[in-house]
Structures are given as C-alpha cells and as structure tokens.
C-alpha cells in the first residue's frame, strides 16, 4: 500500500536546473530515511543524496555537493531533490527511497538497504 512517486523529470541543458518531488502515500513516514538514488545506463544505482525525517540531517554524495540540495515539506509527505548547475554526467533515471535503517550508515556503506522505492524519472543532461 506504499507508494512513492517521482514528479519533475526531463530534459535540460547542461548549466540549467530541475526539481524533483517525491509524494510518499499509504502511511506516516515520520522517522524515516528519505533518499534519491540514480542509474545511468550499465552502473549501479547510487545514493546521491538522503535526508533523516526524524532530525533532518542530509547527506550528499562528494560530485553533487553545492549543486543538489534535499528537502522536506512540513507534513514531511513529499521530499524534494533540487539540482543546479546540471551537468551531463548527472544524467540517470533517479529514484526515490525511503527507509528505516540507522542514519549513521548512510554514505558509510555500500548499497545502503531502503524498504520503499519509486519507479524513478528520467533526467536527461544535453551538453
């Protein structure tokens, strides 16, 4: 009964920007971890960025750092991912996740384990 969908995907020139939303549905997710994850065509999917419900601390991965910026709204029902100075290589389908596992693991571990997932939207970076 959970769901997790993505808005805000498409085509941008490189330099330009784009706001992603997630809309969380079918219970409270008070206390959870929220992140986005990205797939570029043949890599694994990697967190870019991730944001604790509970405290609202963020997390970052190094190549998005004072470009993307993750946020929540107040009823913390929908999580934002707002990327700047887009570049080509941003270009993936990006998901949003959300789970409960410990904050202190995000970004210490690989393949950081999330219990809801959305079936992404496709950011696609033109040079």
């Known amino acids: 009964q959970v769901q997790l969908v993505e808005f805000g995907g498409g085509l941008v020139q490189a330099g330009g920007s784009l706001r992603l939303s997630c809309a969380a549905s079918?219970?409270?997710?008070?206390?959870?971890?929220m992140g986005w994850f990205r797939q570029a065509p043949g890599k694994e999917r990697d967190l870019v960025a991730a944001?604790?419900?509970?405290?609202?601390?963020?997390y970052y991965r190094d190549s998005v750092k004072g470009r993307f910026t993750i946020s929540r709204d107040s009823a913390q029902n929908t999580v934002y991912l707002q990327m700047n100075n887009l570049k080509p290589e941003d270009t993936a389908i990006y998901y949003c996740?959300?789970?409960?596992?410990?904050?202190?693991?995000?970004?210490?571990?690989?393949?950081?384990?999330?219990?809801?997932w959305g079936k992404g939207t496709l950011v696609t970076v033109s040079s």
């Open positions: 996740a959300a789970g409960t596992g410990s904050w202190y693991l995000v970004g210490r571990v690989a393949n950081y384990g999330m219990d809801y």
């Open positions: 079918g219970r409270t997710f008070s206390g959870y971890i």
């Open positions: 944001i604790n419900l509970s405290g609202g601390s963020t």
